[in-house]
């Protein structure tokens, strides 16, 4: 068991190959219906967010409340490139990607001067700006919506069904989450939590502030453009811009405080369980934001670190257990 | 003892997954996606509880019970398609009723069309929903293709063809003005004197309304949700618009809250709808009476088309189930079919539902008559009266 788990740590993409191998089974052994799936596409679009927003938020330690306004930037990139180009997810992910960097530089820019509640006050501003620019856009089809944007095709099969389309996004999320843990795990990272701890210190160090903050943002906005671009194709392939709401910015952000920020798997979890209490509390329909705002008050009360911390904190006390009854031996 | 504990609590999990599968076998499934935030969407959502479990006690669909599965879809189309996904595949319905908004309807065509479920849309008004084509899908509603043209032709020969247009950026009242707009264009050869899209959830009008004023009109129309409907009216007379400008609505104007709220204001405003509670048949008279007594509203169309939506459902569940082979795939077609079979029925709305067998707007808008209200008293004791009906062929505004 140590063997693998050292195999594992010296080559982490194994690790990421047996994940896929095992999602891939999930839904054959799993999964009794396709509303499963639809859930399961959903979670992976929610967990590349949830990631994204680690970086500049758990990383970094930069406030973003506008990041619901990339993932619509995504999105409509997306809509709007099948609609007048034509084009199908291979490009229209990409490209989402690219502006949705962009949109980050944009993003990135009142950070340098601003934190803390004035700084989610200016991304919060952003956010709400892109939502209404697209509301108000004919260009964007408005409040009718975009529809029909198609799902891929590979190999001659359309991938148009929910339990299809569960294996686009799920290495999508797969190769996200990889390239989280290898940003949190490059010199990059450590500059981005030596900045989140104390920019002071980390610019006497010789971290250019400026240019990582920037770069937080940036991965950041492309995380959430290409999630924006997955939801966009997801079947039935329909965006609108009344699902790029706060509430909706609200609940990514509490998916990355309930699973603990600056922890990659935390988010991950967060984003399972943030996703699947949301659907189970469906019928509750009267009590569901209710039911929703107690789980977050009720994670900040007694987790304040989140479900990250508390696996923190297990491991480090199971460690110091381990050592002192090792010493007292 | 460990193994008889273990025998006793399969066999009883086994009995008990047999209970269940054959209470589902009898079971006749409806699912809802609504739009139930407001007040007065949560007493939508209680008008279909209260009338399917009138249904249950006085012995159900031909003897089986009906489960009612009921999702709050918040007028998100997100929350619609996952509603929509999850009564099809995981709660397994025999149809699906919704939603309130056609921004959300809209998006759920798909998803029941390949999941082969029969939806009925109580609300939604958008002629692009039965453009899609699906076998699938019934209106009870109006359709906006045919609201355009009687408020379009009632106001351009009754006030003139001066029309200032305030819309607000929501599906329904962007249709309802545009469509308006092109039609006024395609038949008088007129193009708005004033056009302006509001902020989302803007209410101050004022300076909209200002230079609506200035171009001189004819009629004024207000297109937005209750809200913005109420400010819009409102502040046209704060504004100095005069009384002898028309005030025109769309079909939101037949919300209790708008005459309530919008009070003086509300005097001469004329608006399509689907129904009046002015409506003088004793059906209507019952009917108003029934919802003030039970859930404290003067019901305007919105309840009156969930009414007659369940009214006309419940016949073709008992005809379908006759057919009914236990399989989902073919019961769900069995209740498509005999949705599709419903022809004048004749309930609140001012004119004869009927459906026919082809999934086309022809076909599945089955609503063709729309009435023009005018509201002759504003405040808690609001009147209207009708200024006429008219019932189109099915093809109209295509």
Known sequence: ?329 | MKKINIIFSSLLLAVSLLVTSVAQAKDIKIGVSFRMLSDVGYKHGELIQDTVAEWNSSGGINGKKVDLILYNDECKSEKGVANATKLAYQDNVHVIIGSSCSSVTLPMVPVISKAKVPQIIPHSTSSKITLTGSEWIFRVPVSSRFYKIVQAKFTAENAGTKIAHIYVPDQASMDFSKSMIAYVKSEYGVDPVYEAQAGEKETDFRSYLLKAKATNPDALVCSGLVDETVRCLVQSYEVGIPKSVARVANSVASKVEVPTNAGKAAVGVSYAAAFAASDTRPIAKDFVKHIKKRYGVVPGHDFSQMEDLLTMLKPALEKAEKGFSGDLASDRKAVRDAIAGITNFTGLASGPISFCAAGTPECRDGNRTPVMIEYTKGGKNWKTKVAGTVTFNASAGL
């Open chain 1, 1 to 329: 068991m140590d063997k693998f788990k050292e195999i594992i740590r010296q080559y982490p993409f194994l690790g990421f190959i047996i994940a896929f191998i095992i999602l891939m089974l999930v839904p054959s052994v799993f999964f009794t219906d396709l509303y499963q799936s639809h859930l399961a596409s959903l979670i992976c679009i929610n967990i590349i967010v949830a990631a994204g927003l680690n970086i500049v938020k758990g990383f970094c330690g930069q406030v973003t409340v506008g990041h619901v306004g990339i993932y619509a930037v995504g999105s409509y990139t997306a809509g709007c490139m099948f609609l007048y180009l034509g084009s199908g997810l291979w490009l229209t992910l990409p490209a989402a990607i690219l502006i949705a960097g962009l949109f980050g530089v944009a993003f990135a820019i009142p950070s340098f001067r601003l934190e803390g509640p004035y700084l989610a006050l200016a991304t919060l501003g952003g956010g709400e700006a892109i939502r209404l620019f697209i509301e108000n856009g004919d260009f964007f089809m408005s409040t009718y919506g975009i529809s029909n944007i198609p799902q891929p095709i590979i190999f001659g099969v359309p991938f148009d069904t929910p339990d299809k389309y569960y294996y686009i996004a799920m290495p999508v999320m797969l190769i996200a989450v990889y390239f989280s843990f290898s940003v949190l795990r490059s010199s990059v990272g450590r500059a981005f939590m030596a900045v989140r701890e104390d920019p002071i210190s980390a610019a006497a160090s010789g971290i250019n502030v400026k240019k990582h903050k920037m770069l937080a943002f940036v991965l950041s906005a492309m995380f959430a453009g290409g999630a924006g671009a997955v939801y966009a194709h997801l079947p039935p392939g329909y965006i609108h811009p009344n699902n790029y709401t706060v509430i909706e910015m609200v609940t990514f952000l509490a998916m990355v405080v309930f699973g603990g920020l600056g922890h990659i798997w935390g988010g991950i979890i967060g984003a399972i369980i943030i996703t699947i209490v949301y659907d189970l509390t469906r019928p509750l329909y009267e009590y569901q934001l209710f039911i929703f705002g107690l789980t977050i008050v009720l994670t900040i009360l007694f987790m304040p670190k989140g479900i990250g911390g508390f696996i923190d904190k297990y491991f480090i006390d199971r460690r110091f257990k381990t050592k002192t009854g090792a010493a007292s031996k």
